[in-house]
């Protein structure tokens, strides 16, 4: 049975433009996944928001994971806070699957998100959960949480979101993909 590593955001200190904050929103669309993987047969574990980034990587990598997935939402750089929509998926630049889950995860993405042409994969050496995790892993950021229309369309979407990332998770797990 195919398993993955689910790390919801642990950033409560990341406010949403209009209430609530990245970890709770990610934890939610965590939360709509389970029923979603458990019916297409994948197993599954998650961090718990007590944790820190690195206890969630350790977690993670003493783990027999095929994925390692992390669910965040974006945030602007202060001088153009809210003006900025998309989505991002990295992955680690040598990391094949990696690369071939961010690409399934954008593809997918792109069906659902208003604005298809605003999701993208990039590459990156720089963020943790992509460097030192052992699963072929692949970081989404859903939307931007610091943009009014970006926040609404998470808030207005939690299912949605969970059931394409779960889709993309039994896509490139190669299993079929079953409503619960």
Same mark, same amino acid.
């Given at each position: 049975?195919?398993?993955?590593?689910?790390?919801?955001?642990?950033?409560?200190?990341?406010?949403? %433009?209009?209430?609530?904050?990245?970890?709770?929103?990610?934890?939610?669309?965590?939360?709509?996944?389970?029923?979603?993987?458990?019916?297409?047969?994948?197993?599954?574990?998650?961090?718990?928001?007590?944790?820190?980034? #690195?206890?969630?990587?350790?977690?993670?990598?003493?783990?027999?994971?095929?994925?390692?997935?992390?669910?965040?939402?974006?945030?602007?750089?202060?001088a153009s806070a809210g003006r900025n929509r998309g989505v991002e998926v990295?992955?680690?630049?040598?990391?094949?699957?990696? #690369?071939?889950?961010?690409?399934?995860?954008?593809?997918?993405?792109? =069906?659902?998100?208003?604005?298809?042409?605003? %999701?993208?994969?990039?590459?990156?050496?720089?963020?943790?959960?992509?460097?030192?995790?052992?699963?072929?892993?692949?970081?989404? =950021?859903?939307?931007?949480?610091?943009?009014?229309?970006?926040?609404?369309?998470?808030? =207005?979407?939690?299912?949605?979101?969970? #059931?394409?990332?779960?889709?993309?998770?039994?896509?490139?797990?190669? %299993?079929?993909?079953?409503?619960?």
């Amino acid at each position: 049975m195919p398993k993955i590593y689910l790390s919801p955001s642990l950033q409560e200190w990341n406010p949403y %433009v209009d209430g609530g904050n990245e970890e709770y929103y990610m934890n939610l669309i965590a939360d709509a996944m389970e029923p979603y993987l458990k019916a297409s047969g994948i197993e599954f574990t998650r961090n718990n928001p007590e944790m820190s980034l #690195r206890q969630a990587i350790n977690q993670s990598n003493t783990g027999d994971y095929d994925l390692h997935l992390a669910i965040h939402s974006n945030a602007s750089p202060e001088a153009s806070a809210g003006r900025n929509r998309g989505v991002e998926v990295y992955y680690y630049p040598t990391s094949t699957k990696g #690369r071939d889950f961010a690409e399934t995860l954008a593809t997918n993405f792109s =069906e659902l998100y208003p604005n298809p042409e605003k %999701v993208r994969t990039v590459p990156t050496t720089s963020l943790g959960e992509l460097r030192l995790t052992k699963a072929p892993a692949s970081l989404i =950021e859903v939307a931007y949480h610091d943009n009014i229309d970006d926040a609404r369309f998470i808030r =207005e979407n939690i299912k949605a979101i969970a #059931r394409n990332l779960s889709k993309s998770v039994a896509d490139i797990l190669g %299993v079929p993909f079953v409503e619960p």
